[in-house]
């Protein structure tokens, strides 16, 4: 079974400033996929990046990086240059392949906060 | 708009009472998941269909709950003789999985429920 562990219920960071995330997982699986989701106030669930496990490389998709730690199982979401409409809630997940299809495994998520 | 649709966006029923979630997926995704997420915690798979075949159920919380899928396009979820620890967001996801790797799970908005 999958875990993932998100120990940062909120977070705040000033508006252009950089913030992370932090998320640990635990699997036995050798095959994964990670991904942060952002999930604003009364909209649906986007994804923002995902990581292959297999990758030694860190995605990266605009303002969004990840630090992927495989060995520590760690995989925490850097957000540079924070804007207003960052803020929500972000959801850690991760699913290996064959499992129940590609079933998400989430973390309990970390309210980030922007101010202005 | 072509996103993943969900309706009713909020149900109010009295306990005992049956209710019917519907989930519209996005055109030609052919897998379709359900999670619930309850207030503060992250979403949590219950079930998943690739096209019109329930091919994992046995993470529905309980015999009450039951999913459909006619015909591999719009998928709904039943809640028989509800009870107030029902009372949560149920939120859907589709996929086009030609191959796990590029899978992506869009969601729709949810569907929440409240149980006096």
């Known amino acids: 079974a999958q875990t993932v562990t998100q120990s940062q219920p909120e977070m705040s960071v000033q508006e252009a400033e950089t913030v992370t995330l932090s998320c640990t997982y635990d699997t036995s699986e050798s095959d994964y996929y990670l991904f942060w989701y952002k999930q604003p106030p009364s909209r649906q669930m986007i994804l923002v990046i995902r990581?292959?496990?297999?990758?030694?490389q860190n995605a990266t998709e605009n303002r969004f990086s990840v630090n992927f730690q495989k060995a520590a199982k760690s995989f925490s979401l850097k957000i540079s240059d924070s804007q207003l409409g960052d803020a929500a809630m972000y959801f850690c997940?991760?699913?290996?392949?064959?499992?129940?299809?590609?079933?998400?495994?989430f973390g309990g998520g970390t309210r980030l906060m922007v101010k202005p | 708009d072509t996103g993943v649709s969900q309706d009713p966006r909020h149900k109010i029923t009295k306990r005992g009472q049956n209710v019917t979630f519907r989930c519209d997926p996005i055109?030609?995704?052919?897998?379709l998941y359900w999670y619930r997420q309850t207030l503060g915690q992250g979403p949590e798979f219950l079930t998943y269909f690739q096209n019109e075949a329930q091919l994992e159920k046995s993470r529905l919380l309980s015999d009450r709950f039951s999913a459909e899928r006619p015909k591999g396009s719009f998928s709904t979820l039943e809640i028989q003789r509800t009870e107030q620890g029902d009372s949560a967001m149920y939120l859907c996801?589709?996929?086009?999985?030609?191959?796990?790797?590029?899978?992506?799970?869009?969601f729709g908005p949810g569907t929440r429920l409240l149980v006096l």
């Open positions: 990581q292959e496990a297999y990758k030694q």
């Open positions: 055109s030609e995704h052919n897998r």
């Open positions: 996801a589709s996929s086009l999985a030609l191959w796990a790797a590029q899978e992506t799970q869009y």
């Open positions: 997940a991760s699913t290996h392949l064959y499992n129940a299809g590609n079933m998400l495994t």
